[in-house]
């Protein structure tokens, strides 16, 4: 029985670093954020508690449920485009087609290069002097603009630019997510006289229902907090067509120093996350595939 309590105190030894450095750096600052978010706070001025006013101004603030729908939109646009697209394409890499292995190599090299670089050379890439598609258009006498600074074209194009940057990543988890597909499973299917599409819709994508959920959730994640991209791209511009609310927060925060409300716009995105999280995961768990 001691050497048991002294194992169970030996475990605790050993993972209260960990458990430290991970309250001290992620739930310390989410908890000070919603507290922080019930005041009035502009830097070096006193705290002033408003209780939830902070709240119903952004309730009634255009810019933000401008950025809030903006959001939403970029994730409802860029979620099944990468999921699809990055499932296809591994399915492809997976059934072993000529040159796979280049292709793997290709589609994962965007993934390491850094955002603020990829967000620089697509500014070039679609810029309106020196861009790849202008002497296209010089070509047959049509007037080109930047994607990036036309309103009702920016957010598709950042959202071009970011499935670029990220495919790769979706790519190499979905055909890892294959590699757990018993291979008898498939023969058996292929014996029995099913087609490639056959084996795909009532195989392939149940069995590998597991590592789609991840893929989805992580995708919705990280659709809702994209910043350094956008900020290179457009900072939320051109007229706010692309102004999400990780970027409202940044301009309310930290141009404004408007920090109450910056916490506010904070909080009210983690609700959001974990909403949706919440939400996909009871979805997933029922027989959806």
């Known amino acids: 029985m001691k050497g048991f309590k002294l ?12 458990f430290l450095i991970y309250v001290s750096f992620m739930w310390f600052p989410t908890i000070r954020a919603f507290q922080l978010s019930l005041y009035n706070w502009h830097g070096l001025q ?41 499932y296809i394409l591994a399915y492809l890499l997976y059934l072993g087609l000529k040159g796979y292995k280049v ?25 309106n ?17 930047n994607p990036f600074s036309v309103s009702k074209y920016a957010l598709y194009a950042v959202i071009l630019t970011d ?17 757990g597909i018993p291979e008898d499973i498939l023969e058996a299917a292929t014996i029995d006289g099913a087609n490639g599409f056959q084996t795909f819709f009532k195989i392939v994508i149940p ?49 404004q120093l408007d920090f109450g409300t910056g916490c506010a716009i904070a909080v009210v995105l983690f609700i959001i996350t974990i909403t949706l999280t919440i939400l996909l995961r009871k979805t997933f768990q029922r027989e959806v595939f």
Not at 104 to 127: C, D, E, H, K, Q
Not at 129 to 145: E, R, S, T
Not at 169 to 176: D, G, P, S
Not at 222 to 242: D, E, I, M, R
């Open 207 to 255: 069995l590998s229902r597991e590592i789609l959920t991840m893929v989805i959730i992580l995708m919705v994640i990280g659709s809702l907090k994209v910043f350094n991209l956008l900020y290179v791209l457009t900072q939320g511009g051109p007229n706010h067509a692309t102004e999400v609310l990780t970027l409202f927060l940044y301009k309310t925060a930290f141009s």
């Open 129 to 145: 002097w020196f861009g790849a598609f202008k002497p296209i258009f010089d070509l047959f006498d049509l007037v080109y603009q």
């Open 7 to 18: 194992k169970y105190y030996k475990i605790i030894l050993f993972l209260l670093p960990g």
């Open 46 to 86: 006193s705290h002033i508690f408003v209780g939830l006013a902070n709240y119903y101004s952004l309730m009634h603030d255009k810019l933000f449920l401008s950025s809030l729908m903006i959001t939403l939109k970029y994730m409802l646009l860029n979620v099944p485009l990468q999921v699809i697209t990055g």
């Open 163 to 179: 499935g670029w940057k990220w495919m790769g990543i979706k790519i190499m988890l979905f055909y890892a997510g294959f590699q």
């Open 103 to 127: 292709f793997r190599f290709i589609f994962f090299i965007p993934v390491v290069l850094l955002t603020v670089a990829v967000g620089i050379v697509f500014n070039y890439f679609f810029s």
